[in-house]
């Protein structure tokens, strides 16, 4: 059972930036791709950025391209959000999730994840 732990959340100013981290403990996620979705107040969870297992392909919403990045370190079993030039709409809970490797394919869709961390609430002031 992959057990997914997110930190680096916190308040910033619109403008900043923040590193999300997400650690995996138990089966090493390797062989897992891994993605990143945000719920906000009063929403529905929506995909933010996507990773293939090696690192090799991501994938990115419209919302965050050209400022966030998704990457991975499998040898400390995290996978990591570098979001930059912060946005007031980017105030949400993010999430770290994990799709187990019967595909190495990323995915946008939420149900397609099998492993969901407690998530970290990011903050960004106007």
């Known amino acids: 059972q992959v057990q997914l732990v997110e930190s680096g959340g916190g308040l910033v100013q619109a403008g900043g930036s923040l590193r999300l981290s997400c650690t995996a403990s138990?089966?090493?996620?390797?062989?897992?791709?891994m993605g990143w979705f945000r719920q906000a107040p009063g929403k529905e969870r929506e995909f933010v950025a996507a990773?293939?297992?090696?690192?090799?392909?991501?994938d990115y919403a419209d919302s965050g391209k050209g400022r966030f990045t998704i990457s991975r370190d499998n040898a400390k079993n995290t996978v990591y959000l570098q979001m930059n030039s912060l946005k007031p709409e980017g105030t949400a809970v993010y999430y770290c999730?994990?799709?187990?490797?019967?595909?190495?394919?990323?995915?946008?869709?939420?149900?397609?994840?099998?492993?969901w961390g407690q998530g970290t609430q990011v903050t960004v002031s106007s």
């Open positions: 138990g089966p090493t996620i390797r062989t897992y791709a």
């Open positions: 999730a994990a799709r187990s490797p019967r595909t190495y394919e990323t995915s946008r869709r939420a149900v397609d994840y099998d492993y």
């Open positions: 990773i293939n297992y090696s690192g090799s392909t991501t």
